[in-house]
Nanobody
Framework: QVQLVESGGGLVQAGGSLRLSCAASGSISSMNAMGWFRQAPGKQRELVVIATTGGSKRYADSVKGRFTISRDNAKNTVYLQMNSLKSEDTAVYYC?????????WGQGTQVTVSS
């Protein structure tokens, strides 16, 4: 069983940056895929970025060139660097991992971008 805890959310002005962290309770070195999703009020959860261990990454068109996913296996942590934030990026952000065929989700962290 792996537990994921997100942090790094908060209130930021448009144009600013935030880095979200997703700390796993166990090793992530053998995970199959990792990703970030978000859910804005009244909207469905949507993909922000997904990355596989094979090296492929797929970003939502709305965040391409602004957001970057990365990981630190030594810290069992996945990151989402968010730059040039816009008001439409306001949402609860969730990290997710696929490990040994199972999907794990964090509890979410709120990101609010003021215009």
């Amino acid at each position: 069983q792996v537990q994921l805890v997100e942090s790094g959310g908060g209130l930021v002005q448009a144009g600013g940056s935030l880095r979200l962290s997703c700390a796993a309770s166990g090793s992530i070195s053998s995970m199959n895929a990792m990703g970030w999703f978000r859910q804005a009020p009244g909207k469905q959860r949507e993909l922000v970025v997904i990355a596989t261990t094979g090296g492929s990454k797929r970003y939502a068109d709305s965040v391409k060139g602004r957001f970057t996913i990365s990981r630190d296996n030594a810290k069992n942590t996945v990151y989402l660097q968010m730059n040039s934030l816009k008001s439409e990026d306001t949402a609860v952000y969730y990290c997710a991992l696929t490990l040994a065929g199972r999907d794990y989700w964090g509890q979410g962290t709120q990101v609010t971008v003021s215009s």
